[in-house]
T-cell receptor
């Protein structure tokens, strides 16, 4: 089954304790991305990756790191989490044709993070 | 900062009514997408519109892309309780490589 998986689904942690949220896709997609979703603010892009070893900042990258060492995996790293990073996080992947047209983004089930 | 403004933010209607959701920007977009999200799940793609003036129909849902590719609308005819959810528009502005922008969403509730 084609899917994007995220782990963990739920996480409660404390300020400053480093954490990693994993994301994996089995569709051989070049493009992967991380978003956070907050009430009243919608979905905001944190980082994206056009292909292996290629990553770039989205609209809200501060406090986050990513890596893309393999095509299927795109982990999100919070080196020193703070309470303002409490949010619902989504990973997504897609193929992307040339010419600027966006293909379907396949989203993972989400990770609900609480930073105390 | 490129923005996609969605309206209305909330919409509560009775089964059988029609509704329209709008997605507007001052930027030109290479394409626009509409997603639907249910509680506890990730968004799921409904449609992608690419050409200015394009109209796409998906059963009772009609999607339109503005001639100037700066706006889009979603019209639902004879809404049903199963249409309840969060509707999101998303797009990449012309010239952007991987930066996908989402509107804040329209939360639709259709009461039986």
């Amino acid at each position: 089954e084609a899917q994007v998986t995220q782990n963990p689904r739920y996480l409660i942690t404390v300020t400053g304790k480093k954490l990693t949220v994993t994301c994996s896709q089995n569709m051989n997609h070049e493009y992967m991305s991380w978003y956070r979703q907050d009430p009243g603010l919608g979905l905001r892009q944190i980082y994206y990756s056009m292909n292996v070893e290629v990553t770039d900042k989205g609209d809200v990258p501060e406090g986050y790191k990513v890596s893309r060492k393999e095509k299927r995996n795109f982990p999100l790293i919070l080196e020193s989490p703070s309470p303002n990073q409490t949010s619902l996080y989504f990973c997504a992947s897609s193929s992307r044709t040339s010419g600027g047209r966006w293909d379907e983004q396949f989203f993972g089930p989400g990770t609900r993070l609480t930073v105390l | 900062t490129q923005l996609l403004e969605q309206s209305p933010q909330f919409l509560s209607i009775q089964e059988g009514e029609n509704l329209t959701v709008y997605c507007n920007s001052s930027s030109v977009f290479s394409s626009l997408q509409w997603y639907r999200q249910e509680p506890g799940e990730g968004p799921v793609l409904l449609v992608t519109v690419v050409t200015g003036g394009e109209v796409k129909k998906l059963k009772r849902l009609t999607f339109q892309f503005g001639d100037a590719r700066k706006d889009s609308s979603l019209h639902i005819t004879a809404a049903q309780p199963g249409d309840t959810g969060l509707y999101l528009c998303a797009g990449g502005a012309v010239g952007s490589q991987g930066n996908l922008i989402f509107g804040k969403g329209t939360k639709l509730s259709v009461k039986p």
